[in-house]
């Protein structure tokens, strides 16, 4: 029988591979690992909970990675070994294991790849995603209610940790709208290739006489922003005055200059306190309400930042990205990528990775073009 030679195509794999390698830096890559795991065994760990779920939350995201290189470098050399075997027993069932194993490798190194392409400001960071019903009445908000089961289920099956944050239930079926948070590293990434419209087509189960229904429902993703406990004000960028206090306040009232009024010159807001008997307590007071307040501040420009980088997502008609068709055919199409499946169940299951890695491709290549 004919030689097996798969060489070509094991050339390819490896050229990519090494690129992969050379973006991702194994040797940086496994000493993240190792500070993680030394922050990860400090005894007071938990007692901030929130740095603790990052810190292993990173931690088992750099493991997962460092083992899927360390593995496919393995596998890329065990596969020159089975087809060497293949060829010397001229085993055709060995032959067979060698090409399943080829394209076992191409696929793992395709998701290599497009790991290597969420190197954007914001990509590292986890995710809020909100969904929201739009034309179709009972059938967008029971529309709705399927997609955040979708991403849902993503989630847990690639281990993401998710907390839903608030649900709107509609008065039928489903939901208006949803909100949940993916805190997972690179989760913001991955998943912003899903914001659009998508577009629903079925045999509606609200309709009486049984008719086609096309509904919509619109998904928004932005990154999670970490909250900041404390913020610290430069003295060059505030004015402290001091003044009498007036009103009710016992023997100190109208004595001393024990009133403080703090301007924070940057962003002109202004603050004061003459609550307390010393000035010393007044302008403690008057800065923990100044740092409240700046913190507000800091957090509406964030919002307005993510509602730039969310855009206007609109669900309706000639608006939409994903079709999710189940009458009178089954298919799930993405409409700028072209990627499709002919299984809508699995995919409301939350088999999205095809579409998530087709997406990322097609953001990368349209950014190029631009």
């Not at 992969?20 to 830096?25: E, G, K, P, Q, T």
């Not at 790849?113 to 969420?118: K, Y």
């Not at 997609?147 to 509609?170: F, I």
């Not at 086609?212 to 999670?224: D, G, I, K």
Request: aromatic residues 6%; charged residues 25%.
């Amino acid at each position: 029988m004919a030689e097996l030679d798969l060489s070509p195509q094991i050339r390819e794999l490896r050229s990519t591979f090494s690129d992969i390698s050379h973006v991702i830096d194994l040797t940086k890559l496994q000493a993240e690992v190792e500070d993680l795991k030394q922050q990860a065994a400090a005894p007071d760990l938990w007692d901030d909970p929130a740095k603790a779920q990052k810190v292993t939350s990173a931690l088992s995201h750099r493991q997962a990675m460092a083992t899927r290189l360390t593995e496919t470098a393995s596998r890329l050399d065990d596969l020159d070994v089975l087809i060497e075997m293949a060829n010397a027993e001229d085993d055709e069932s060995v032959k067979t294991e060698a090409r399943n194993e080829l394209a076992a490798l191409t696929a793992l190194i395709g998701e290599l790849e497009v790991q290597t392409l969420l190197n954007g400001e914001y990509d590292a960071r986890g995710a809020v995603i909100t969904i929201r019903s739009g034309a179709g009445g009972d059938d967008a908000t029971d529309f709705a209610e399927m997609l955040m089961r979708m991403y849902l289920r993503y989630a847990e099956k690639n281990k993401m940790p998710v907390q839903v944050l608030d649900t709107s239930y509609a008065e039928g079926a489903g939901i208006k709208s949803a909100t949940f948070e993916i805190d997972a590293p690179y989760a913001f990434g991955s998943l912003s290739v899903e914001a659009g419209t998508h577009r629903l087509v079925r045999m509606s189960p609200f309709n009486a006489a049984g008719k086609r229904q096309t509904s919509f429902a619109a998904v928004e993703v932005v990154p999670l922003v970490e909250q900041t406990e404390a913020i610290e004000i430069p003295e060059n960028e505030i004015r402290i005055d001091v003044f009498r206090s007036s009103g009710p306040g016992g023997q100190s009232v109208n004595t001393t200059d024990s009133a403080v009024r703090i301007t924070h010159i940057p962003t002109g807001t202004v603050v004061s306190c003459q609550n307390e008997k010393s000035q010393i307590q007044n302008k403690a007071a008057a800065m923990r309400v100044l740092q409240s307040r700046l913190l507000e501040i800091r957090r509406r420009e964030e919002e307005a930042k993510k509602k730039q980088i969310a855009g206007d997502v609109k669900a309706s008609w000639g608006e939409q990205m994903r079709s999710y068709v189940l009458a009178p055919y089954q298919m799930v199409k993405d409409l700028r990528t072209d990627y499709e499946v002919n299984n809508p169940s699995a995919v409301f299951d939350g088999d999205l990775a095809g579409f998530i890695a087709a997406g990322i491709r097609w953001r990368k290549q349209t950014q190029q073009g631009a």
